[in-house]
Structure formats: structure tokens, C-alpha cells
């Protein structure tokens, strides 16, 4: 089939990969615009950019879709169907119907939960039992369009949102796959109205742990943001990320050491902190951290 291609993240990269693996043709495509980035903020093209350049495929990276040129160039494509993944832009109503079989695109949750930004974060800070994907057919409304194929997967206690996303990403490439070979015989099923949820883009002021939560809500919250912008504390006016934790047993004030292995009390039960970053530091086991960095029973985390 010939395709446009329009993705920006590396959730992104392993679905073109899949298509061009199975025969499409990839008639363009779209990227968000390099942006600033690193100590120099140098342009730096986005990961899908970088994978298409590698590919050698056509690509194009406009700012939007107001400018009539951009939209006759998307339409001089002459594409069968665009597929859509985490590109960053709403499409208007003259690119959805530029496809002569329209706009697809993959959606890292089980739809109609979760529609918005941040899909994979907020099933796991929910403490939602599974997720999955979702291949859509796209219309003007924010993931609201019929879906034509899910899978699902069981989110795990020791899920993170770098580890469900890597998982999500390979399932929907392989999903969307199977959807294109079989697009004449799918049947699009209309998203109830029921059951609706908003993924909210994560907001850095929510990083900041706050103890007196109970510890399954700390511990989904770490995991549920690990590794950006990534769940923090302060330990002797220092800012410490943690990438991973586990619910343990243990209660005392919140914040509070409860041994010299890192498990802190919480506002009912107790996390053990497996996996930390100091600012400027590289991510550490909690054991290797703690080698340079006492944190005796009785330490007070802020």
C-alpha cells in the first residue's frame, strides 16, 4: 500500500520500521520540526527524522497544517493511507481526508480510556491492571474515531512507564501490520461513551513525591513516570530522581528512612527505592548509591 508515514518519538520508530519491512511503500514522511536540545541547544532532529534519513525516505517537517501548500503537497502524495503515531499535531479535517482510505493511527491504551497525551503514564499512576493498543480510524475529534483492531497487556508491579512503552510500541507495530493486510475485511467499532478517561500531559510539578501518600500511590506514581520527567526528592538540600521501587511492609512518619537500605515510610505503608539518579549522575542500584551516600534509619526525605 502506499503510505504516509507521520510519528515524531521513538514509540514511533518501530512501527515504520515494521512497515517498510512488510512491502509498503513510503511515500513521505512526517516529523515535528527539529528542536533545541543538549548544553549547545543545537537543532536536533527527532527520532523518527533520524530513522527516515537512514532509510533514505522522503521527509517533510512543517511547523502545522494552516499553510495551503503544506496541505497540497500532503495531497499531491497521492497516498492509499496515512498512519498516525504520537506525531504531535492535530490534523485538520483537509489532511484526514487527503487518504483515499484514510488516516490511521496506533493509540497506546485501551480506548476510550485514556485518550489524550499521555496514555501510558496515567495507566500506570491509575494502577490500571492492563492496557494495550488500539489501531483507529481517525476523525477530527481527540482519539475519539472507530477502532478497527486492540491487543492488550497486562501492566506488572514492576512495570515503568520506559518498560510498558517499549512493549506498547512493538505490539502496536506488529498490530497495525495486521490491520493494513486485512483493512477490507475490519469492521470499525464505534468507542462507547462509557468508560472515558483523559490522559493528561504530565505536568513537572507532579514529580515531586509527596510522602504522606499512601505508599502504593508513591510507588505508582515512580513507576509512572520512570524515566521522565522522573519522580524526585530531596536528600540534604539535593534533588535525587528515583527510577523504580517496590511496596514493601513497614509504617512510620512519612518520609522517613525506616532501615539503611532505603525503604521509606509513607502515609500508610512503605517503599523500597530500587533504582536512583542524583542530578548530573548516571542511574544507580539503590546499593550502589548507597556506597557513596548514607541514608541511615531516622534520615528524613523532603
Known sequence: MRLVFMGTPDFSVSVLNELVDAGHEIACVYSQPARPAGRGKKPRPSPVQKRAEELGLQIRTPLNFKDAAEREAFADLNAEAAVVVAYGLILPQAILDAPTRGCFNIHASLLPRWRGAAPI???????????????????????????????????????????????LAD????????????????????????????????????????????????????????????????????????????????????????????????GGGAVRLLRVQKAGKGPQPADVFLLGTKVPAGTVLQ
Not at 495507566?123 to 494495550?132: H, P
Not at 505490539?171 to 462509557?194: F, R, W, Y
Not at 526528592?233 to 514493601?248: A, C, M, Q
Open 171 to 266: 505490539m502496536g507495530a506488529e498490530l497495525m501490520v495486521e490491520a493494513l493486510a486485512k483493512i477490507d475485511t475490519l469492521t470499525p467499532v464505534i468507542q462507547p461513551s462509557e468508560g472515558m478517561t483523559y490522559a493528561a500531559k504530565i505536568d513537572k510539578a507532579e514529580a515531586k513525591i509527596d510522602w504522606t501518600r499512601p505508599a502504593v500511590e508513591v510507588d505508582r506514581l515512580i513507576r509512572g513516570i520512570a524515566p521522565f520527567p522522573g519522580a524526585w526528592f530531596e536528600l540534604n538540600g539535593e534533588r535525587v530522581k528515583v527510577l523504580l521501587s517496590e511496596l514493601v511492609a513497614g509504617n512510620g512518619p512519612a518520609g522517613v528512612a525506616l532501615d539503611d537500605t532505603l525503604t521509606i515510610a509513607c
Open 121 to 167: 503514564q496515567r495507566a500506570i499512576m491509575a494502577g490500571d491492571a492492563k492496557t494495550g493498543v488500539c489501531i483507529m480510524q481517525m476523525e477530527a475529534g481527540l482519539d475519539t474515531g472507530p477502532v478497527l483492531m486492540r491487543a492488550e497487556t497486562a501492566i506488572t508491579a514492576s512495570d515503568t512507564a520506559a518498560t510498558l512503552h517499549d512493549r
